[in-house]
């Protein structure tokens, strides 16, 4: 036994040294393995809640009760706003502090701090795209007066007053294995992160296809190939047809190559050049960041109330990107719903009074300005107007987990934005995400205590500028509306966003915004029902101006369609439309591939003596079968074609009628002869 304690000690000497250590791109492993406050610890039951719990927190004025639940969702009562505010972020920290720490890092470009010089190219992207830049002129522009600052305030003071409170051993564990320490929380950070959202969710790849292709075939022929203009309409802004338009148009014919879209091109793949490459790796894969959601009018459903759903898909993250919380200011806010770690607000919830959601709109809101210079090296003018100009230098370095610099780029900006070398020449950018004077933290808060839809919408179309969001609305009244709420630029010339422009006039800068009242929105349409999915939010025959983009209608047509079928509508059925497997582009594919003729089972709301409309798939000339399937596999009357109301094919026998049912009550004896 004696013989064996030397080489037992040796062994946990060791193992305590390994585990102390970072082994290549790893680090140390010992927090990781660490019994007490390693992994192991970070799975918290129920008991882990700290109900029954007194924790003060500098600068409550008033104590503040916090209650969890048994899936872990905080409840905060508070007498006073901030004080909810403030007690959010302590509970948010306590659950998320890296989550928010790195989603800060990521935001501001500053990742290196933590990862060194592998993650440098991570970091270029933010800063050269001005997003720290961006967030700087946001919180100059703040009214630090208003008592939306008082609450952003508040919230920094509760993450504050929680790593204030850690013991070094109760340092979250991914901090302790990076042998970093929690940085204070900052207003600021919670500015960055509206802006790394706005990235996130900023639509560039239709813009970089139809530019790459324009670069090849010329620009009829790329926008044919791209359209802004879907062929298939069923817009978010209800049109007044009872079923999808189907604008099919022939292909033109190739053209000359289009140099300033290969300049486009080449912009925006190296102003997002970690994007662009996630994309092409991805394009071969169903897209996972597609949004639905729905609002259905009180006459359409079986309980006479308004009924909302929403299903927001952003990038898959662990722990995942929503918060969920129930904030209680009596008389004045009790608002249940998600936010972001980070953001001091409720993003997608409900209050007594009205319930929101929010998809993705897509626009076109990022343009790009050919610019002269003094000097092609190292300039320090610009033209505009025939007088020289001085641009904005920044010199952005970028700092190794020591502290040491790894690296240093001077950056440029012009009164538009950020200014690149690209293909021989200078070129700026403008874009909604980086303009200062927007305040989407003070939208989310203010529509925590909204009454009604209008006020809603009222509110978040005065502050609300980006990333431009499908905003749909459900209240206690009935009420149901949607918006698509964000700033929309207006563009000299034919208002398009795909071309590059002469920097060197300021007639080719923006106009202005397009109007509040000309956005695509409906509010108590006669349809009874409103739905988002990312498709196109408004008819192009009724759009007065260009909104961009490039929309999937195939979600928003399947969507419709089970809403037009179902008259009493149910939460239960909103449930099952949310897990759906239907899609409306199914029925083409079983009917087209079919080798002989199906039996349809027609569900009962539909009569099978329904006549088959003109022009079906089946009916007609091979040339006529070819450009109207769509429309005929979208119809509920086609008697060959599956419809988009749910009709289902099967080359089965029907089966026979089932026996009728039999009667609970026991079965009466027969009388005894």
């Not at 933590?114 to 522009?141: C, N, Q, T």
């Not at 940085?183 to 706005?198: F, T, V």
């Not at 292909?251 to 102003?271: E, M, N, R, S, Y």
Request: hydrophobic share 40%; glycine share 8%; proline share 10%.
């Amino acid at each position: 036994m004696r013989a064996r304690t030397p080489l037992a000690l040796a062994v946990l000497a060791g193992a305590l040294y390994v585990g102390a250590r970072p082994a290549g791109p790893l680090p140390a492993l010992g927090p990781l393995l660490d019994p007490a406050r390693g992994l192991w610890s970070a799975a918290r039951g129920p008991t882990a809640l700290p109900n029954g719990t007194e924790i003060a927190v500098p600068g409550l004025g008033a104590p503040v009760r916090v209650i969890y639940d048994a899936r872990a969702v905080p409840h905060i009562f508070a007498t006073r706003e901030d004080d909810a505010y403030r007690a959010l972020g302590y509970v948010v920290a306590r659950d998320r502090l890296f989550q928010m720490y790195v989603q800060t890092l990521a935001g501001s470009g500053r990742l290196t701090e933590m990862g060194g010089a592998r993650v440098l190219p991570l970091d270029r992207e933010m800063r050269h795209l001005g997003m720290p830049w961006a967030a700087e002129r946001k919180l100059r522009a703040v009214d630090t007066t208003s008592a939306t600052w008082r609450n952003v305030v508040a919230y920094a003071a509760g993450v504050n007053a929680y790593i204030g409170k850690l013991a070094p051993g109760d340092v979250p564990m991914e901090f302790r294995m990076l042998g970093l320490a929690p940085p204070r929380w900052e207003p600021i950070n919670s500015l960055h992160l509206m802006n790394r959202m706005g990235y996130t969710l900023a639509d560039i790849d239709p813009e970089t296809d139809r530019a790459a292709a324009a670069a090849r075939v010329g620009r009829a022929a790329a926008e044919a190939l791209f359209p802004v203009a879907e062929p298939i309409v069923e817009p978010i802004q209800p049109n007044g047809q009872r079923a999808p338009r189907f604008d099919f148009a022939p292909l033109p014919p190739p053209g000359a190559p289009d140099t300033a879209a290969a300049t486009v091109a080449a912009l925006v793949g190296d102003a997002f050049p970690l994007r662009l490459a996630a994309h092409r790796a991805l394009s071969e894969e169903p897209t996972t960041m597609a949004s639905n959601n729905w609002a259905v009018a009180p006459r359409r459903t079986k309980n006479g109330y308004a009924l909302l759903a929403g299903d927001p898909h952003l990038e898959l993250t662990l722990p995942s990107i929503w918060y969920e919380a129930h904030l209680v200011v009596p008389g004045q806010l009790d608002v249940y719903g998600v936010t972001i770690p980070g953001a001091p607000g409720i993003i997608i919830g409900f209050n007594r009074d009205v319930a929101w959601t929010f998809t993705n709109t897509g626009a076109d809101v990022m343009d790009y300005w050919a610019e002269r210079v003094d000097d092609d090296a190292h300039p320090t003018k610009y033209m505009l107007d025939g007088v020289w100009r001085p641009l904005e230098t920044r010199v952005e370095t970028y700092r190794a987990p020591n502290g040491s610099a790894l690296a240093t780029d001077t950056l440029y900006f012009t009164h538009r934005g950020p200014m690149r070398r690209e293909g021989g020449r200078w070129v700026s950018m403008r874009w909604t995400v980086l303009e200062p004077g927007s305040n989407e933290v003070e939208g989310f808060q203010r529509v925590a205590r909204a009454r009604s839809v209008a006020e809603w919408h009222d509110i978040m179309g005065a502050v609300y500028w980006a990333p431009a969001q499908n905003m749909l609305t459900a209240d206690r009244q009935g009420h149901i509306g949607i918006r698509s709420t964000g700033h929309y630029p207006l563009r000299a010339g034919d208002g398009s966003g795909l071309e590059l422009r002469d920097g060197t006039t300021s007639a080719n800068d923006w106009r202005g915004i397009v109007p509040l009242a000309q956005y695509p929105q409906a509010f108590d349409p006669p349809q009874g029902y409103l739905a988002s999915a990312n498709q196109q939010p408004i008819d192009p025959k009724q759009a007065g101006w260009y909104i961009g983009g490039s929309y999937d209608p195939w979600r928003a047509l399947r969507i419709n369609a089970l809403l037009r079928a179902d008259s009493q509508m149910t939460p239960d059925a909103m449930r099952r439309m949310q897990t759906d497997p239907g899609s409306a582009r199914a029925p083409t594919t079983s009917c087209r591939s079919s080798s002989r003729r199906p039996t349809p089972r027609t569900p009962a709301s539909t009569p099978r003596s329904s006549p088959r409309p003109a022009g079906c798939c089946r009916s007609g000339t091979a040339a006529t079968r070819a450009t109207t399937r769509a429309r005929c596999c979208s119809s509920s009357r086609c008697a060959s074609c599956p419809s988009a109301r749910g009709t289902s094919w099967t080359t089965r026998r029907r089966a026979r009628a089932p026996p009728p049912a039999r009667s609970a009550s026991p079965r009466r004896r027969r009388p005894a002869r």
